[in-house]
Structures are given as structure tokens and as C-alpha cells.
Nanobody
């Protein structure tokens, strides 16, 4: 069973950048599709980005297109979320998640979740 651990969150000013990492344990990481979600206080968890098992296909929420980039390094069992031009509305807890095949926006399709990392963007 793969376990996930996010890191890289923090406090950043609007317009700044952060790179989140999601480190996975387990030898089967490379066979999983991955997703990033976020949850702001008082709001539902929302899809941010998804990535196929081989990194060949990606999906992004409209709100982050052109600003965020998802990638993975299967040799290091890690998936990344590079976030640029950050806005206060990007604030929230960011979670990575793994699925056997799916990398779309439905959180219910993901089987494994990390604990999350806090991102706060100040105006």
C-alpha cells in the first residue's frame, strides 16, 4: 500500500511561488495516477490538478491553468506541484492523492490520501 506525505507549504505573498512535493512510500508508486486537491476554510475540497501514471497526461482546474504545473519523478517516488503567480484565493490545505488509473476531478475516485500541507497566500 502506498502512503503519501506532502511538504513544501508555507506563507507566501501574492504573486510569489511555491513548490509542493508529495513523497510516496511503496514500490508501486509509478503505477498510480496522482492528483492534487485543496481545501479552504469553510469550503469543500476541490480539484487542482491530476497526472497520469507515466506523466503523459495532465488535467488542471480552470482557476490554476497557466499558473500551476504538476509533474512526477517516478525514480524518486515523488509528485510535484509548482505554483506560480499565487493569489490569496489559492490559500488552503493542499492534499495529494493516488488512484489506480483515474486522475480527474472526482475526489471519490482516489484511494489514498496524504495528510495535507498548508499554503497561505497573503495579499
Amino acid at each position: 500500500q502506498v502512503q503519501l506525505r506532502e511538504s513544501g507549504g508555507g506563507l507566501v505573498q501574492a504573486g510569489g511561488s511555491l513548490r509542493l512535493s508529495c513523497a510516496a512510500s511503496g514500490r508501486t508508486f509509478s503505477s498510480y495516477a496522482m492528483g492534487w486537491f485543496r481545501q479552504a476554510p469553510g469550503k469543500e475540497r476541490e480539484f487542482v490538478s491530476g497526472l497520469a501514471w507515466n506523466g503523459g497526461s495532465t488535467l488542471y482546474a480552470d482557476s490554476v491553468k497557466g499558473r500551476f504545473t504538476i509533474s512526477r519523478d517516478n525514480a524518486k517516488n515523488t509528485v510535484f506541484l509548482q505554483m506560480s503567480s499565487l493569489k490569496p484565493e489559492d490559500t488552503g490545505v493542499y492534499f495529494c492523492a493516488a488512484s489506480v488509473r483515474y486522475y480527474g476531478p472526482s475526489s471519490h475516485a482516489y484511494d489514498i490520501w496524504g495528510q495535507g500541507t498548508q499554503v497561505t497566500v497573503s495579499s
